[in-house]
């Protein structure tokens, strides 16, 4: 734990000190399990601590090598890890798979692409680090589903998984087994979670003693789903490992007990919210997508800021004088779009693009801004940085331009030409923003109405209602 030491005071100079020490507390004292794949929202709950710190802590705590990041593309349907990465360049297919569902999704960045840490095995070492040594359940548990899904209490998880388990079985490379299993009036999944394979039994007609015989044979090559209608009865099920390593055969139940075995979830934190965190950008600025990449975001919202008259600054207060105001404008910016769980994209001039997960941060970074900038006015005794700020929210396209993670969609052209429709210091939105049931909360407790505008958006064809934030 020397070298642990070593890092631990690095990671103390970079994050929040009260957060380190629940990361160091966790890679020393935390069962294997809750180091196998550590959801950064959960873990910042289960210790009362601030989820942002909680998610810089352990973007550093990776960075360092403390810990291993992995973007996990999920099932929508069961929370199953469908392909796990090591980068988010890694996520290539148009769509995944799931067996255990019988289900073909896309990923989009929103809910169904995760980010989790692992200790490195420099740290600590966990069974996970070889899911080999992985009991059956603890296998499904850490390896296989992600870590959105709640599972029930111990003693409700023992009594299901005995309800829907008709059957469990660990083959080793090359081994066969026959299994004797009497199918019930209700739909059987065979599946093994380290090859994805699948075999669907539907249940149908009235049960029969008459056996009848099914083979399943597991190989490394993807081999999709198999489908047999059978009334309820005896079965004799032959399974053979042709892979190079062991499996893990399930037989499950589908029914009410598995629904409420696996039904439970918890938020996550998902590839959209780091993408859109300013710590993750500052520390993976390179590395995030390949300029082939074009990954879909359902939704997101975008900030917009200009500042009105710049070029009349410089040439009224003087160059030093106007660069100083307005370096101290853009660190304002920076810090106030952070401490809203945003990122800053880019800046173009004195302008300024930036994300957020949901409309109401933007709502209140934008509200933030301009009231810095009324005070910074106000100690300089003029009105001289005036605000325009624009914001929209809408599907988009994450995207790698000019080596740095962007974004491209029309979605974006609008937020820009909503601020280009702001004058003075005033806010302008578009209405999913303003009606966000989150936003509508903002603006009530500050007194603030969002009032109609009679505008029109340069280069959208239908008219879209402009809010202006009073």
């Known amino acids: 734990?020397?070298?642990?030491?070593?890092?631990?005071?690095?990671?103390?100079?970079?994050?929040?000190?009260?957060?380190?020490?629940?990361?160091?507390?966790?890679?020393?004292?935390?069962?294997?399990?809750?180091?196998?794949?550590?959801?950064?929202?959960?873990?910042?709950?289960?210790?009362?601590?601030?989820?942002?710190?909680?998610?810089?802590?352990?973007?550093?705590?990776?960075?360092?090598?403390?810990?291993?990041?992995?973007?996990?593309?999920?099932?929508?349907?069961?929370?199953?890890?469908?392909?796990?990465?090591?980068?988010?360049?890694?996520?290539?297919?148009?769509?995944?798979?799931?067996?255990?569902?019988?289900?073909?999704?896309?990923?989009?960045?929103?809910?169904?692409?995760?980010?989790?840490?692992?200790?490195?095995?420099?740290?600590?070492?966990?069974?996970?680090?070889?899911?080999?040594?992985?009991?059956?359940?603890?296998?499904?548990?850490?390896?296989?589903?992600?870590?959105?899904?709640?599972?029930?209490?111990?003693?409700?998880?023992?009594?299901?998984?005995?309800?829907?388990?008709?059957?469990?079985?660990?083959?080793?490379?090359?081994?066969?087994?026959?299994?004797?299993?009497?199918?019930p009036a209700h739909p059987v999944i065979i599946f093994d979670p380290v090859t994805h394979t699948a075999h669907l039994i539907e249940s149908a007609g009235e049960p029969t003693p008459e056996r009848r015989e099914l083979s399943m044979v597991f190989t490394s090559a993807p081999a999709g789903v198999g489908h047999t209608t059978m009334s309820p009865g005896p079965l004799r099920l032959l399974l053979d490992n042709r892979t190079e390593g062991r499996v893990l055969v399930g037989v499950f139940v589908a029914g009410p007990e598995l629904e409420r075995l696996l039904g439970g979830r918890r938020p996550f934190l998902t590839a959209k919210r780091l993408l859109t965190n300013q710590t993750f950008r500052d520390l993976y600025r390179t590395e995030t997508l390949d300029v082939e990449q074009r990954l879909k975001i359902m939704s997101l919202t975008f900030l917009f800021t200009d500042l009105k008259g710049s070029t009349d600054l410089y040439e009224r207060v003087g160059d030093l004088v106007a660069y100083d105001l307005v370096r101290s404008h853009f660190q304002i910016l920076n810090e106030i779009v952070g401490s809203e769980a945003g990122a800053v994209v880019k800046t173009i001039g004195d302008a300024v693009m930036a994300t957020f997960p949901a409309p109401h941060r933007a709502v209140s970074a934008a509200l933030r801004m301009r009231d810095s900038m009324r005070q910074l006015n106000a100690r300089q005794g003029a009105e001289e940085l005036i605000l325009k700020i624009g914001i929209h929210e809408g599907p988009c396209l994450a995207v790698s331009l000019n080596d740095r993670q962007d974004y491209f969609g029309q979605t974006v052209n609008i937020a820009s030409r909503v601020q280009a429709l702001a004058t003075e210091d005033s806010i302008f939105a578009t209405q999913g923003v303003v009606r966000d049931a989150e936003s509508v909360r903002l603006l009530s407790s500050r007194g603030i109405e969002a009032r109609p505008q009679a505008l029109t958006l340069r280069g959208v064809a239908d008219r879209m209602p402009v809010f202006a934030m009073g």
């Open 1 to 183: 734990m020397q070298d642990n030491d070593a890092l631990l005071d690095a990671l103390r100079r970079s994050a929040d000190p009260g957060v380190v020490d629940a990361v160091d507390d966790l890679v020393r004292n935390g069962r294997d399990e809750a180091l196998a794949r550590v959801n950064a929202l959960a873990f910042a709950a289960d210790r009362g601590l601030d989820e942002e710190a909680m998610i810089a802590a352990l973007l550093h705590a990776s960075r360092l090598g403390l810990f291993e990041m992995s973007w996990n593309i999920l099932c929508p349907s069961c929370g199953g890890v469908l392909s796990a990465n090591a980068t988010l360049k890694s996520v290539r297919q148009q769509d995944y798979h799931c067996a255990f569902c019988a289900l073909t999704s896309e990923p989009t960045l929103d809910d169904t692409v995760e980010v989790s840490f692992t200790v490195s095995p420099r740290s600590r070492s966990i069974a996970a680090h070889d899911p080999g040594r992985l009991g059956f359940w603890d296998y499904y548990r850490q390896v296989f589903f992600g870590s959105g899904l709640a599972f029930p209490e111990p003693g409700a998880f023992d009594e299901l998984s005995r309800k829907i388990m008709l059957e469990t079985v660990e083959l080793q490379a090359g081994e066969r087994m026959i299994l004797a299993l009497q199918l």
